[in-house]
């Protein structure tokens, strides 16, 4: 069995699933942030499989998934801090407490 | 200027509208000090002024051709109405009829209404009748009579409910409206109908166009059926009789009117138009059998009555019937002259009535006895009354019952054997109230009967002179059939029936032996017709009923299928923003799916037709 582009892309499209299902269920606000890391992570998968297998010579998408891992991690950070001064406040990191918009 | 007054006609009912309106400010808001007394003084002399204007003007047309004035009262496209005016010896001599009756009832009303304050309304309203019925005389066009007789029902419904504190009043002129309002609205159709196929509303015209007109016998039909409409609610025949009966609840100056002229204008009406009304055979039936059937059974009803106003009334509704039968036959000559002696006859018996109902209180017959020694004037004027009423010679009404009954003898035997029936029933109804009131012993409430006011036993008096006088009117005006034409054996069978009926009743209620109450047959037959036939329970399971239902179910439709649907719409909406609010759950991941559900259904919505799917 050959590795082909199609796998890469399904197993992003798989991960890209599990952070989705992991970000709308998951009740731990840090669990949220590590969700949307599997996401961009999926996204990265795809870069480099196109990369890889469209684009061999010029490689342009292994240059994006390079911006995205230092976006993603700048983000990881804002929102880790966000999270922490939310936590201050309600003293909590329950999603489901966050909720001041409720009817 | 030798036709001055006759030129000027049109100005009888302007005295009487102008006496109406000048009525008024003495009503008890207005004129808070002196007294209702001179309403009834200007409408007096108003009137008087307008019965010596016809006067003069019916000694002008007499002998006279016909004149006729035209008045264009509105003209737009296509349409010109015109107030046509018949200026002749027929109608101004009824517009003399009219005014001169109006005259002695407003006389004896003084009298009548002297411990009442209502005198403003009152004489404004008679005022208003006398000029409606006026211009109904007078006018030539069935427009015009149309707009007269609803202004008369609207009067009608005045006049009854004039002392309306009393409920019983308030139901009879709601019913005297109504009843009279469904024929109008129905001669209304006619009305309507009758301007496409004709072309005119003027009644000569009409005439003219009846005799050449080349009608759909079902159009006709129905046609002439809606116009008689009005004219049997109008004189009160079946099955639209109630409300005469129930009229009776008002003043009995009115009554002297309404059971004389004013259930006349219907019959006017039904004469001017019977020449269109022999455009169609079915229509002569209807009318002749509605009136025979009116006048035996509302005769037959008069004589079960305990009510010295209804037994009137009935008797009103049976002769109209008779001028029905006249008219259905082709006899308008003749209905005129009945109307007019009859119109004569029962004045005078309302008018001695009244005079006694006043100062005895009661109405009720069975309360009444022995007073011929105490009431002598009131006794002959209801007898001349009775006399002229039914067929005694040489009295006004013989004369029209035997030319009627000689025409019916060669033509329909039947109906001549229903005026035969009517005559003595009548007769044994009047001779029954002649016996209950006058005579026998007096009763408590006939103990102490003091002859009425001056201005009460006047005008009866005046009656009564001009009773005894209209066979000479008659013979003067050559009105009078020739006897020797006539079949003997009608007049002797009239006459026979007559006394028959006089007879009668005498020995029934002139006996003191006779056992009173009196007990006819079975007590179901007297009670059906002392309860006339039980039309108020007929009308109440019938029609009442009926619109009853229907107006209850469309009320039900509106308020809760109409308005329910829009309100369901606003409660929709209500309830749409009260549930689809819970979409905004306060949860950030709810909102993430959201978004992440819109966006992959856009991008779904983009990619399908992309997607070149081809099963």
Same mark, same amino acid.
């Given at each position: ?18 952070g989705i299902y992991g970000l709308i269920t998951s009740r731990n606000a840090v669990r949220v942030l590590m969700s949307i890391e599997l996401l961009l992570n999926a996204v990265n998968l795809n870069l480099i499989g196109f990369s890889n297998f469209l684009d061999p010579v010029a490689i342009k998408g292994q240059v994006f998934a390079v911006f995205v891992l230092t976006v993603a991690a700048a983000e990881a950070a804002v929102g880790l801090a966000i %999270?922490?001064?939310?936590?201050? +406040?309600?003293?909590? %990191?329950?999603?489901?407490?966050? +909720?001041?918009?409720?009817? | ?332 000559q003749t209905a005129l002259i009945l109307i007019f002696t009859y119109t004569i006859a029962m004045s005078l018996l309302v008018m001695s009535t009244g005079g006694i109902v006043l100062n005895n209180i009661s109405q009720n017959l069975t309360q009444y006895g022995g007073l011929w020694s105490r009431r002598p004037i009131s006794g002959i004027c209801l007898l001349v009354g009775a006399g002229s009423l039914v067929a005694l010679p040489p009295l006004g ?201 819109g966006v992959s259904l856009l991008l779904f919505a983009i990619a399908v037709p992309l997607l070149n799917l081809s099963f």
């Amino acid at each position: 069995m050959e590795l082909q582009l199609q796998y890469f892309l399904l197993l992003a499209a798989a991960l890209f699933c599990i952070g989705i299902y992991g970000l709308i269920t998951s009740r731990n606000a840090v669990r949220v942030l590590m969700s949307i890391e599997l996401l961009l992570n999926a996204v990265n998968l795809n870069l480099i499989g196109f990369s890889n297998f469209l684009d061999p010579v010029a490689i342009k998408g292994q240059v994006f998934a390079v911006f995205v891992l230092t976006v993603a991690a700048a983000e990881a950070a804002v929102g880790l801090a966000i %999270i922490l001064a939310i936590y201050r +406040n309600r003293e909590t %990191i329950d999603m489901e407490q966050f +909720n001041l918009l409720k009817w | 200027m030798t036709h001055l007054f006759s030129q000027t006609v049109w100005l009888v009912p302007c005295y009487a509208l102008i006496g109406a309106i000048l009525a008024i400010p003495w009503s008890p808001g207005f004129i808070r000090r002196t007294g209702p007394r001179p309403a009834g003084y200007v409408s007096i002399f108003m009137t008087l002024l307008a019965f010596l204007h016809s006067l003069l003007a019916l000694k002008e047309v007499w002998h006279q051709a016909p004149e006729y004035l035209s008045f264009s009262w509105l003209h737009a496209a296509g349409l010109n109405i015109t107030l046509d005016l018949e200026v002749s010896a027929v109608t101004v001599g009824a517009a003399a009829l009219i005014t001169g009756l109006n005259l002695l009832t407003q006389i004896y009303a003084i009298a009548y209404l002297e411990m009442d304050w209502g005198w403003a309304r009152f004489y404004s309203l008679v005022a208003l009748f006398e000029a409606g019925m006026c211009l109904l005389v007078l006018c030539n066009s069935l427009f015009f009579s149309y707009v007269v007789l609803e202004i008369l029902t609207l009067g009608t419904y005045l006049i009854v409910g004039m002392w309306y504190n009393q409920p019983l009043v308030v139901t009879g002129a709601r019913d005297a409206f109504l009843t009279k309002r469904v024929g109008d609205l129905v001669l209304l159709m006619a009305v309507v109908a009758l301007l496409p196929i004709a072309g005119t509303w003027n009644y000569t015209e009409l005439a003219q166009w009846a005799q050449t007109a080349n009608l759909d016998p079902k159009v006709a039909t129905f046609l002439t059926l809606a116009l008689i409409a009005g004219p049997i609610a109008k004189c009160a025949q079946f099955p639209l009789h109630l409300w005469l009966d129930e009229a009776m609840e008002g003043p009995y100056p009115a009554t002297i009117l309404r059971n004389t002229v004013i259930v006349e204008t219907g019959a006017w009406v039904l004469i001017k138009l019977q020449p269109v009304l022999q455009l169609s055979p079915v229509a002569s039936q209807v009318i002749i059998w509605v009136g025979a059937v009116t006048a035996i059974g509302a005769s037959l009803i008069s004589i079960a009555q305990i009510d010295i106003k209804r037994v009137l009334s009935y008797l009103v509704s049976a002769y109209m019937g008779l001028v029905f039968i006249a008219v259905g036959t082709g006899q308008t000559q003749t209905a005129l002259i009945l109307i007019f002696t009859y119109t004569i006859a029962m004045s005078l018996l309302v008018m001695s009535t009244g005079g006694i109902v006043l100062n005895n209180i009661s109405q009720n017959l069975t309360q009444y006895g022995g007073l011929w020694s105490r009431r002598p004037i009131s006794g002959i004027c209801l007898l001349v009354g009775a006399g002229s009423l039914v067929a005694l010679p040489p009295l006004g009404n013989f004369w029209a019952l035997v030319e009627m009954g000689d025409f019916l003898w060669k033509t329909q035997p039947v109906l001549f054997g229903v005026l035969l029936a009517v005559n003595g029933l009548c007769a044994f109804s009047l001779a029954r109230l002649f016996g209950l009131m006058f005579g026998g012993k007096p009763t408590d409430i006939t103990l102490r009967s003091p002859e009425g006011l001056w201005l009460l036993v006047l005008p009866m008096v005046g009656v009564m002179g001009f009773t005894l006088h209209v066979p000479l009117l008659l013979l003067q005006w050559q009105l009078l059939p020739d006897l020797s034409t006539l079949n003997p054996s009608v007049i002797f069978l009239l006459v026979f029936l007559t006394l028959d009926g006089f007879a009668l009743g005498s020995i029934v209620y002139l006996n003191e032996n006779w056992q009173k109450p009196v007990r006819f047959g079975p007590q179901f037959l007297q009670d059906f017709f002392a309860y006339d036939l039980y039309t108020e329970k007929l009308y109440k399971v019938t029609i009442v009923l009926l619109v009853g239902i229907v107006s209850k179910a469309v009320y039900w439709f509106d308020r809760f299928i109409v308005d329910g649907f829009v309100n369901l719409v606003g409660l929709a909406t209500v309830l749409g923003g009260q549930s689809l609010r819970y979409n905004i759950s306060g949860q950030t991941q709810f909102y993430v799916l959201s978004i992440l559900l819109g966006v992959s259904l856009l991008l779904f919505a983009i990619a399908v037709p992309l997607l070149n799917l081809s099963f």
